[in-house]
């Protein structure tokens, strides 16, 4: 009887011990979730420093030229520091040539997308950091970070007074050209790299890069999948031809690249409510924001839009299940626009066990909690990129059989 009292102790006292664990399990998970964001690495694509743009709309430069020295680093095991101001004056004066043929109607802006640097690749060549570094506009000996305002108002301007004239000279270009050449010093037709001399032509031969073998991938509905068509979006103003496949098509590819060794250059919406300065990328249901920050609604109503994205982002929450048609949708309503390009480089997951890209960003290493790097969960992704660029080797087989594209 002794014995039988003792087993239905023990029996008890192991059952509440059980029964303890779970509930500290339980606590334990309650209290991960409402400490903010913590991240584990699940894979990770080799990188280069982190950059700082400043105040300047070249991230499409930064972001692609990123993506080309992770190429580099993968083919080559080296690591490069391009130029990224020899792409924008090779891209602006492409640019400016486009508008005036337009009669000036198109938006002769700064910005870019990821084919630009590809296509200065293929045409004008690469040349290293060193050899034009950029800048020659600094306001004392320390300045050392791009500042655009005026150059990006001098050559605008250059450009609207072409506007209107009968008849334009033969040289205009050259007048446009010495005014970036000016700010960012000229391209170099030749230099010395490492003790050898290079045309720009040259250095990306000898670093084994092609233009042929980077494609775009983006993802809409209103153009047939699995066919090539240019994103209308300004910044593409050179007329890429994306490969379109549906979403779940899009997510394979961003996956497939990063666990076989590529990163890819990111074309991302950034103006909504999830994306922070911090270093966060999420689609929280903003229309259940009270519920989801435990807030009740006269307070959540009551609250400044600034202060509604911090309540929503600085944890894990639940975040909107993301559809094709949603991604459609947000476009055709000017809610998805091209702001930012940056370089997607590996996963991660939080304290909850929920997916994350990690992002290379060119805002330098100060202006997140990551030093430069942010997370961005599977339902932004989906949501909100524009298009990839991406080695076209690091496509899936069965997906590259349908674009009918040829890898070696």
Known sequence: MKKILFIAALTAM?????????????????KDSTEGFRFTTIDSVGITPVKDQN????????????????????????EIDFSEMFVVSKTMIDRATYCVRLYNEPNFAPGGSAYDVIYC?????????????????????????????????????????????KKLSPVWREGLQAI??????????????????????????????NA?????????THHPFYERFALEVPDNWRMDQMYNVPMEDMMRIIDNAL??????????????IGFTRKGIGVVPDADKGADLTGSDMAKWVGMTADKKKEELTKKPLPEKEITQQMRQDAYDNWETTDD??????????????????????????MRSDYKGIWYVSEAFMKYKTNDVLVHKNAIPKDIRVKLK????
Not at 186 to 209: I, N, R
Not at 340 to 360: E, L, P, V
């Open 14 to 30: 192991s059952a509440n011990i059980f029964a303890q664990t779970d509930t500290t399990k339980v606590q334990r998970a309650q």
């Open 340 to 365: 930012h390009g940056m370089q997607i480089f590996g996963t991660a997951q939080d304290q909850n066990g929920k997916k994350y890209y990690m992002i290379k960003n060119s805002w330098g290493t």
């Open 121 to 165: 690749m293929g045409h004008y060549g690469l040349v290293p950091q060193e050899a034009m570094p950029g800048i020659r506009y600094g306001w004392t000996d320390n300045d050392t970070l791009p500042v655009h305002s005026e150059l990006d108002h001098v050559a605008g301007g250059y450009l609207k007074g072409l506007k209107g004239l």
């Open 212 to 220: 042929d073998d980077y494609v775009s991938i983006t993802s809409y």
């Open 55 to 78: 105040r300047s709309s070249t991230c499409w430069a930064f972001s692609t030229l990123g993506f080309l020295e992770s190429e580099v680093l993968r083919t080559k095991g080296k």
């Open 180 to 209: 970036y050449d000016t700010y960012l010093g000229a391209c170099p037709e030749e230099f010395e790299y490492e003790g050898k001399k290079y045309t720009p032509q040259s250095f990306v031969q000898a670093l084994g890069l």
């Open 259 to 272: 666990a076989n060794g590529y990163t890819l250059a990111w074309g991302a919406d950034v103006s909504e």
């Open 405 to 408: 594209l040829n890898v070696k």
